[in-house]
């Protein structure tokens, strides 16, 4: 089922474009990384994508409804969460607190947080908790967590806002090997445990092949390609613009 369609995306930004006549699509538990070399336009696609710019030209639907134009609060509350390359916690909160403060937000009760509530959502937060293998960090305060914990406590803030797609921008930054595989495998069970829809870009080609079902692949502002890992490997466009790799 398709969850998410791109249909010919275009930004340009003073007259150069960015981006030009993008279309792909997300399947609900599909996990889809979109690649490319510095400039090619990710950046700016997920910025479309989740409302922080407006296209030149194209549409964006979610389920089938156009969610073009809509603003970043407005197309979260339609189901689409982000996470960022630098995480982005409280760190003088709990990890619990942190996803506390998440679903209060979902909720639109942030007033709560402001009066006494620490036991607002705090079941909800802890089982989410469990689900990520965090149950034990529950208590300590995200400044004190490990680089690749504040990764998988990013990952259960987005989560508190029950999205339908999650849209990763380079999850695995700045993580050492092992943590990568580890929170990339968490990514690729969510999706298929939840039936939801991950759009990601990532550097770490293992991490990519790894993972994706799909692979897209931007350079230029253009998509150059789109397959299984298999196909984009084998692809020569993409071996000689991307991987640097002659055919």
Not at 183 to 195: F, H, N, S, T
Request: aromatic letters at 6%.
């Amino acid at each position: 089922m398709t969850l998410l369609a791109a249909e010919r995306l275009s930004r340009a930004f003073g007259g150069v474009a960015a981006l030009s006549d993008v279309s792909f699509a997300v399947a609900a538990g599909e996990v889809v990384a979109l690649i490319g070399p510095n400039g090619a336009g990710k950046s700016t696609c997920f910025n479309l994508l989740s409302g922080q710019l407006r296209p030149s030209a194209g549409r964006i639907r979610l389920d089938g409804r156009d969610i073009t134009g809509l603003g970043p609060a407005a197309i979260c509350r339609r189901g689409v969460g982000r996470s960022f390359q630098i995480t982005a916690t409280f760190a003088s909160m709990t990890v619990r607190e942190n996803v506390q403060l998440a679903l209060l937000a979902h909720h639109r009760q942030i007033w709560r947080f402001w009066r006494p509530a620490a036991a607002a959502f705090r079941a909800e937060a802890q089982a989410l908790l469990a689900e990520l293998g965090m149950e034990a960090e529950a208590d300590r305060a995200a400044a004190v967590l490990a680089y690749g914990d504040l990764k998988r406590l990013e990952l259960a803030v987005a989560l508190a806002g029950a999205p339908r797609l999650l849209l990763m921008d380079e999850p695995t930054a700045g993580m050492a090997p092992g943590e990568r595989g580890a929170l990339m495998a968490l990514i690729r069970r969510l999706a298929g445990e939840r039936g939801l829809g991950v759009l990601f870009t990532e550097h770490d080609m293992d991490a990519v092949f790894g993972t994706a079902d799909r692979i897209l692949v931007l350079a230029r502002g253009t998509l150059i390609a789109a397959g299984r890992p298999a196909e984009i490997r084998a692809d020569a466009e993409v071996r000689r613009v991307y991987l640097g790799v002659d055919a």
